[in-house]
């Protein structure tokens, strides 16, 4: 006897079942096995569960008494309970590679003998994952996100395991960068020909600024937040984009003023140079004369619109030639031979163009002027009637730029405007005093400077490492190095997955550890692992988390 299943398809595409109560019978006449319904119990969803749960115990206790009791006291009769979930696979991640870059073993060594030792090193590395996954202040990752993460070994950690970790830090920085940095270069063979280093300003939330020997003052805000104190953050990278070393000045430094620490610190790492790599605003011939000082190079943008090289380049003859795609170069002589003094014959000028970004500017352009014609259009019959509306036009942000006043007072488009900037659609101007780089080594090198701030970018909006949350100088150094270890992390995950850090971030997110309690005890155990989050581990070297962690 035992209990049948049938199904019927409604015509809306549905589908209900109907449990029977049935057994099988012998046909001797048929010789083979019949089906015969002694009770049909209606369908599934409509029957009384605790009814047939009352029925089935009233059955066992007439044939199986004991079975009853086993079954009573089993620990199947009492569903499991799920406790909590937390998040893993990040940290399991970023542990794997955190282990593998050598930062463990280097951070091992810098605790040495010192009194825990062992939660030091767990703290340095819980401190820069917690960059790279959530940024929370340090009183943060103690009170709310490492509740929020499943990792044992965080377990025995103390507030002060934390500040203790970042002095650790602040005082074995030079030695770990200049160690792990080229661990990494050998292990990811990284292009070392090369490193390119450019400064940025961080703000702090305090109104004063140190007095003495600190570091958060008043000075040029990159951040836009000149009401703040600051530092300036220095960073040298790779081609690729991982970072090199880090500095931190007080926040009212010159940024050419930096250069000269920049070229001590790395003397003696047998880097094959180091080019200073900076956009429009370091253009000036104090800066360019500094930056050169001691034979270092540089490769330097110039401003199309605002300097008289860039027009003197411009209007030199010469074609472009095709040097990667969407990148045309043209190197032009200026000042010409003739006119060079002696001293600046080391200067380049590159000019580079971008034929689908010229496409793009000049569609741009089109749209804009034919909103602008139908403005003036409306402005006709009543420009001299509201003077205000033809005054708000001519200061307009959009349109501006491309009016002008004609014979009769009226506004109208001006066209050499418009074909001065056509002349400018896709380009852009660099300056080099390098001799040995090609044409098409200084373009792609200043497109490095895109590299070098997406990377002061995802220190700020990823890493967070703004605002600043410390006061003295070590803290605030060792909170710096902490992030640029991060981006370290993030940069070698995104260079072996192909993807960006946010969406490797996002999938391994939901990679949970889960505990269940129950009458036979507790159990831990990983979410099932998806083809997404195996394909990025797998990119990355790393084996997939063991999906039991504990039963009892």
Not at 57 to 71: I, K
Not at 283 to 292: D, K, P, V, W
Not at 340 to 347: D, I, N, T
Not at 371 to 390: G, S, V, Y
């Amino acid at each position: 006897m035992y209990i049948r299943t049938t199904t019927r398809r409604n015509k809306d595409g549905s589908v209900v079942r109907y449990l029977q109560l049935a057994e099988s019978v012998w046909d001797a006449a048929q010789q083979r096995s019949q089906t015969r319904v002694l009770y049909n119990l209606g369908r599934e969803d409509a029957l009384d569960a605790e009814a047939l749960r009352r029925l089935a115990q009233s059955l066992l206790r007439v044939v199986a008494p004991e079975a009853l009791e086993r079954l009573k006291d089993s620990p199947e009769a009492t569903p499991l309970r799920l406790e909590w979930a937390k998040e893993y696979g990040g940290l399991h991640a970023l542990r794997a590679l955190w282990e593998e870059l050598g930062l463990a073993e280097e951070i091992s060594r810098a605790c040495g003998e010192r009194p825990s030792a062992a939660q030091l090193a767990e703290a340095a590395f819980l401190i820069v994952a917690n960059r790279a996954l959530a940024p929370e202040s340090k009183l943060g990752v103690h009170e709310r996100w490492l509740g929020d993460v499943h990792w044992p070994a965080a377990q025995e950690l103390q507030l002060h395991h934390l500040y203790l970790a970042l002095d650790l830090l602040a005082e074995e920085k030079a030695r770990l960068e200049k160690e792990i940095f080229f661990r990494v270069a050998d292990l990811l063979s990284a292009d070392v020909d090369l490193v390119f280093y450019d400064t940025t300003s961080v703000y702090f939330e305090s109104e004063e600024e140190d007095e003495g020997e600190g570091l958060r003052r008043w000075g040029h805000s990159k951040d836009y937040r000149p009401g703040s104190p600051q530092i300036v953050v220095g960073l040298a990278i790779t081609r690729e984009g991982l970072p090199v070393k880090s500095w931190i000045w007080p926040g009212n430094t010159a940024d050419v003023s930096t250069v000269e620490q920049v070229k001590r610190d790395l003397a003696g790492w047998r880097l094959n140079r180091v080019i200073y790599v900076a956009d429009g605003g370091m253009m000036s011939q104090e800066n360019l004369t500094h930056l050169a000082r001691g034979g270092s190079g540089y490769i330097v943008g110039v401003p199309l619109r605002k300097s008289k090289e860039a027009a003197a380049v411009l209007a030199r003859p010469g074609r472009f030639r095709t040097v990667a795609e969407n990148l045309e170069v043209k190197e032009v002589a200026y000042p010409s031979p003739e006119e060079e003094p002696v001293a600046e014959k080391r200067r380049r000028y590159v000019l580079c163009r971008n034929p689908e970004e010229a496409k793009r500017q000049q569609h741009r352009r089109d749209e804009l002027l034919r909103e602008l014609e139908a403005e003036l259009k409306a402005l006709e019959p009543r420009e001299e009637e509201h003077p205000k509306a033809a005054c708000a036009l001519r200061s307009s942000r959009r349109f501006g730029a491309y009016l002008k006043a004609g014979a009769d007072g009226r506004l109208e488009i001006d066209r050499a405007k418009v074909a001065q900037e056509e002349k400018l659609d896709g380009k852009w101007l660099v300056l080099t005093n390098d001799a040995s780089l090609s044409a098409e080594d200084v373009a792609l090198g200043y497109k490095q400077l895109l590299r070098v701030e997406e990377s002061f970018r995802r220190l700020k909006h990823g890493i967070d490492i703004r605002p600043v949350h410390h006061r003295t100088p070590q803290r605030i150094e060792a909170h710096v190095f902490a992030c640029v270890l991060a981006l370290l992390l993030e940069r070698v995950a995104e260079l072996r997955t192909g993807e960006r850090w946010g969406e490797v971030r996002r999938h391994l997110g939901r990679l949970k550890m889960v505990a269940y309690s129950g009458p036979g005890g507790q159990a831990l155990q990983t979410t099932e692992i998806t083809d997404e989050q195996r394909n990025l581990l797998q990119a990355m070297k790393i084996e997939p988390p063991r999906r039991i962690h504990h039963i009892g």
